[in-house]
């Protein structure tokens, strides 16, 4: 033991070996990251489609500057990246977990957590950092405040947020909030009046395009046409259920690639085109749920007048055989919507109709009705919509 300890060569390949295995570990854990995780934007160059919001925190950022703000759009449009990008920025990996408080839904936040958690780190006073070298502060701005990032905020209760007001207020010289949120009529005006508001758009189909063919091209993937469009198309503006429809078909495949080797030799499957290794447009749709043209065009022809015979027998058929396969009825609803009021043979006075009897559906599945009755309800009113 004691020899071994004193010879070098020894040592020097104990401290080899460890150094490897650290690295190969850290690989593993960037390798068995969710994509969505791992291509996560770094910078606020790197965030898609969302130009005129990055501009102006751009030029705050060189001014090491930040007002309270707020940011609102449908999800997985970036908003919670962009934020994080701008802490990195600002602060650099030595102050970042110092100057960044982050709370998300998931977390509890009713008004004793604002009250106690927030307002403890709202007023806590800055320590100058020590052992950062020129180099670092010329390239991180590390400006005298901290940030806290309130995710998701529009889940807060009104006692909350009316709780948050005075603390924004008393401890704006070193604390600056940002408030995430969808839906930016659910936060209180005396709240958002304190912060500058940036609206986070659906990206557009070309800044999406671009984000999923640079993911394919990185992790080796064989595309087959139209899968890119068809990820857009099911994302509905939402980069992050695409970015994860795209590794959950990669998967799928068998086609996912780290430096040349499969990420899981087991993830072989009897998939279409996976011999091959390619992702398909059909494999892409079934990941989504989408509902095949068949499906529904039976559907349609089923609640298509027929003379003076009642539809239901027909319909109702339909409808069983969807509901015991399985499909959503919310995206049903959705299909059946572009599928019946797009089409020009339909007078504008019944799509009225129709539209008011999707509008009651939507509802009635939000608050949690039995699908299959709702379903049948929603083609029978179609039906007679469409008999007149």
Wanted: hydrophobic share 40%; aromatic share 6%.
């Amino acid at each position: 033991m004691a020899s071994t300890f004193f010879n070098n060569k020894a040592r020097a390949a104990a401290v080899s070996s460890s150094s490897k295995a650290k690295t190969e570990t850290k690989e593993d854990t960037t390798r068995q990251q969710p994509w969505v995780e791992k291509y996560r934007p770094k910078t606020l160059d790197d965030v898609a489609a969302q130009d005129h919001t990055t501009k102006v925190l751009q030029r705050t950022l060189q001014a090491s500057n930040l007002p309270h703000m707020l940011f609102y759009g449908p999800p997985g449009t970036g908003k919670t990246s962009t934020i994080l990008a701008l802490a990195k920025s600002l602060f650099g990996p030595a102050l970042y977990r110092s100057r960044i408080l982050e709370l998300n839904a998931s977390d509890e936040r009713g008004i004793g957590i604002v009250r106690d958690k927030v307002k403890n780190f709202a007023r806590a006073q800055l320590s100058q950092p020590t052992g950062l070298d020129a180099a670092y502060l010329a390239q991180y701005p590390c400006p005298p405040f901290k940030i806290i990032i309130l995710d998701e905020a529009d889940s807060m209760t009104q006692d909350a947020q009316s709780a948050l007001r005075r603390t924004m207020e008393t401890y704006s010289r070193i604390t600056r909030f940002c408030l995430v949120c969808n839906y930016v009529t659910r936060i209180i005006e005396p709240l958002a009046s304190r912060c500058s508001k940036f609206r986070f758009k659906s990206l557009d189909n070309s800044a999406a395009g671009v984000r999923l063919d640079n993911i394919a091209r990185m992790e080796n993937l064989n595309l087959e046409d139209g899968v890119v469009e068809t990820l857009i198309r099911c994302g509905e503006g939402d980069l992050r259920r695409a970015i994860t429809y795209l590794q959950s078909a990669a998967r799928l495949a068998g086609a996912a690639k780290t430096g040349g080797k499969d990420v899981d030799e087991d993830a072989e499957m009897t998939d279409a085109g996976a011999d091959q290794g390619i992702i398909t447009v059909r494999s892409i749709e079934e990941i989504a749920g989408v509902i095949p043209d068949s499906i529904l065009d039976s559907l349609v022809q089923a609640m298509q007048p027929k003379g003076g015979a009642s539809a239901f027998d027909a319909v109702s058929t339909v409808v069983t055989d969807l509901v015991a396969d399985g499909w959503s009825a919310t995206q049903l609803v959705g299909q059946l919507y572009r599928r019946v009021v797009f089409t020009e043979t339909i007078p504008d006075i019944q799509k009225n109709k129709i539209v008011l009897a999707f509008s009651e559906m939507d509802k009635r599945l939000v608050d949690g009705a039995d699908e299959h009755l709702s379903v049948l309800d929603l083609t029978l009113r179609i039906a007679g919509i469409l008999r007149g």
